[in-house]
């Protein structure tokens, strides 16, 4: 075994048994590097990524491979996910110098840890354009050793180039009515009006960009904004990027079509599309989003849930055909003649016309991946339920995909955000019970005695890497969630005790722009900093949404004036590049709107007529709105003072930009004050 045999991450731990001398990221590994008077090989992938899985088969499991890398390289792993700082930094990198990105990445530094070559997968021997990684590694060998002192200058310049790419942008005020105007526009233009979505193949779930049209919709009206947002999420539960048969979404679709996903199924991305599904439920009623939003959910605590009570990372994309084969996608896909192993005729024939399975095959070798294609047909919902569990039932006998045990801070936090609404939405306290054990986790474990979050868990033991911008504030959003849909106010203290983390360590105090990591973390060759929101919400646009919803609910006017201040660059962003600054553009709407603090009282939280109010104040689509929920004399929300009953009757009260509704013990009453 190598130097990662004691790692948490499994990404790295599935390297550990390689014959490359693997070092984890450190000090000593670089100490190293300098003392033997090599270079440094960086590799950076994560646990359910099909290529790094393939490169590691190809080149890291083959000896005369390993033993080149061994004489002439000191070899650092990475789990990106573990360490999103480093993998930030040296993707700049690489993007800059090559025009692309993605994983495995490959980048070879001096023992400062300065880059001077960059590439991603490389295969065993010259295919498509590409040199084998054997002529990388030679290359780069020869002229570290004959050409040193360019390829040092070549390193100094790369490190200056990024040091000066700094975030500058005029918009010192948050964007208003003409900027988020201009972004809906520039999405209508990128809108694919045939098959949802935005832009060509490949085609990921905008799930915060949905975000944004419906707070857009709620707060305008706008039916185009609407229309978009629902079409698109038609478009994704009817394809084969939702789990038919399982619930929860892949990766992204390698079509235009949303039909044949990549198969690795995320948390962020069931955590965020679940809570997606769940508001468009909420703003439209559609039992499609209802069927999504819960069917998404039970997929996370049934097959992410630990043992610990967190969520785990990923499912891996690759699973055993049955054959001794590791294949991708094995475990989700199906040719005719497996319906008809299962179901017989009969049934097969409905499955097929119902699920869309061919004899040609969608995917590859003949199979086809589940997707419920638009059809002219009636067919008997009774029938097709137990068709789909049947399949169901036979697909879980398969060889399951491996599964990332690995607990980030960042995601539980959005997966405890989803499941505490969705529960509370569809009267699924189970649902609830989940969140509250994740967020129980994340507090116990992921927290040290000063209140600072550990990036990752596994198995019950927290990672050495400490916590990045979006950890802090993924987590005190999923906390703000909690407490509006539990009434408990501890979630609450937890969620300010973070944020003034972000105030404290993350913020700019000259700008008020925010960095990826705290003041007092690891110096890399420059600050990450990235603003713009791709996967999951960026760590700056989670900040700005938990900042103003944590002001809505305290009065606290830092609070709020550091989530306008950041909101700049959603103003210089927003109208340029709309798809990728979409929770940006939510959080903006909420601040248009208020946003809005809704204060609910009973005589006691287990009074029907004050739940009734409760839930109606969760319901509302009113962008960003805030709930307290409690009795008059509580002292667990600063909400719920000075809030008397109404004529000993529940009352909601329902105030924004200090202009306070008269209080309403009518549930109807208050469903039109939180409705846009």
Known sequence: MNRLAHETSPYLLQHADNPVDWWPWSTEAFDEARKRGVPVLLSVGYSSCH??????????????????????????????????????VYMEAVQAATGQGGWPMTVFLTPDAEPFYFGTYFPPAPRHGMPSFRQVLEGVHQAWTERHDEVAEVAGKI???LSAREISYDAVDAPGEQELAQALLGLTREYDPQ??????????????????????????????????????????????????????????????????????????????????????????????????????????????????????????????????????????????????????????????????????????????????????GVFDAGRIDGIRQRLFDARARRPAPGRDDKIVAAWNGLAIAALAETGAYFDRPDLVDAALGAADLLVR????????????????????????????????????????????????????????????????PETGSLYDTADDAEQLIRRPQDPTDNATPSGWTASTGALLSYAAHTGSEAHRAAAEKALGVVKALGPRVPRFIGWGLAVAEA?????????????????????????????????????????????????????????????????????CDAPTTDPDRLRAALHG
């Open 195 to 376: 098959r949802g979505g935005f832009g060509g193949a490949p085609k990921f779930p905008p799930s915060m960009v949905i975000e944004f049209l419906l707070r857009h919709h709620a707060r305008t009206g706008s039916e185009g904004a609407l229309q978009m947002a629902q079409d698109t999420c038609e478009r994704m539960g009817r394809g084969g990027i939702y789990d038919q048969l399982g619930g929860g979404f892949a990766r992204y679709s390698v079509d235009r079509d949303w039909t044949v996903p990549h198969f690795e199924k995320m948390l962020y991305d069931n955590a965020l599309l679940c809570r997606v599904y769940a508001h468009l439920w909420r703003a439209t009623g559609s039992e499609l989003a209802r069927r999504v939003a819960l069917e998404t959910a039970d997929f996370m605590v049934r097959e992410l849930r630990t043992a610990e009570g967190g969520f785990a990372s990923a499912l891996d994309a690759d699973s055993d055909d049955g054959a001794g084969r590791h294949v991708e996608g094995a475990y989700y896909v199906w040719t005719p003649q497996q319906l008809r192993e299962v179901l017989g005729e009969d049934d097969a024939e409905l499955a097929a016309q119902y699920f869309g399975v061919t004899e040609e095959g969608t995917f590859e070798e003949g199979s086809s991946v589940l997707q419920l294609p638009q059809s002219e």
């Open 445 to 508: 474990l992921h927290l040290d005695d000063h209140a600072r979050l550990a990036r990752t868990s596994k198995d019950g033991r927290a990672g050495a890497h400490t916590g990045v911008l979006e950890d802090y504030a993924d987590v005190a959003e999923g906390f703000l969630a909690l407490a509006s849909v539990t009434g408990e106010g501890v979630w609450l203290d937890f969620a300010g005790i973070l944020l003034d983390h972000v105030l404290a360590r993350f913020v700019d």
């Open 159 to 161: 490190v200056r180039d």
């Open 51 to 88: 290529w790094c899985h393939v490169m590691a088969h190809e080149s890291f499991e083959d000896k005369a491979t390993a033993d080149y890398l061994n004489a002439h390289f000191v070899n650092v792993k990475v789990d990106r996910e573990e360490r999103p700082d480093v993998d930030a």
């Open 591 to 659: 601040r248009l709107d208020g946003p809005r603090e809704v204060a609910v009282v009973g005589a006691s939280a287990d009074d029907a007529a004050a739940r009734t109010l409760h839930r109606t104040a969760l319901l509302g689509t009113a962008p960003g709105a805030v709930v307290a929920y409690g009795t008059p004399d509580s002292d667990e929300f600063p909400l719920l003072a000075d809030r008397p009953l109404r004529d000993g009757t529940p009352t909601a009260y329902v105030c924004r930009n200090f202009t």
